[in-house]
């Protein structure tokens, strides 16, 4: 499974606010009521959609301490999950987007890269990652139809 040419848009939640920022809309987002069973421990799920079944989010754990990025390519379920632990909250989530910044810009080039090839970015770049199948259907491929 490679990615091509698939524009991933992350919004900070932490933006600067400005008037042009006023005009940007939401994320579409799960609630609460939508989530898996598997889900609910988490908090977040603000989600862009890549293009070829892709789809990005990501989430923080309720009790703290874990944010996580997650590429998902929805028809078969592969994920690649990126987090980062062990520092503060704002730490965590900046070190996330650190992590993240190489795996966003590789899936933006004209080069094809593995799920795989993400996740070693992204460790290269200090934070954990794995690639596997989700055992069950996540809530924004759901809304998407898959």
Not at 85 to 95: F, K, V, W
Not at 98 to 121: F, W
């Amino acid at each position: 499974m490679t990615m091509r040419s698939s524009s991933i848009a992350i919004l900070a939640a932490g933006a600067l606010a400005c008037p042009a920022n006023a005009l940007t809309p939401a994320m579409p987002q799960c609630s609460r009521a939508e989530l898996a069973p598997q889900e609910t421990g988490y908090e977040g799920y603000a989600y862009s959609i890549a293009g070829n079944g892709f789809v990005s989010y990501e989430r923080r754990l309720l009790g703290g301490g874990r944010w996580e990025f997650i590429l998902e390519h929805c028809p078969s379920r592969q994920r690649l999950t990126v987090f980062v632990t062990g520092g503060d909250e704002s730490l965590n989530r900046q070190s996330l987007y650190n992590a993240i910044a190489p795996v966003l810009a590789a899936s933006e080039s004209e080069k094809a890269y593995t799920l795989q090839d993400l996740g070693r970015l992204a460790r290269d770049a200090g934070a954990e990652a794995g690639v596997a199948r989700a055992g069950y259907l996540s809530c924004v491929c759901a809304q998407l139809g898959y």
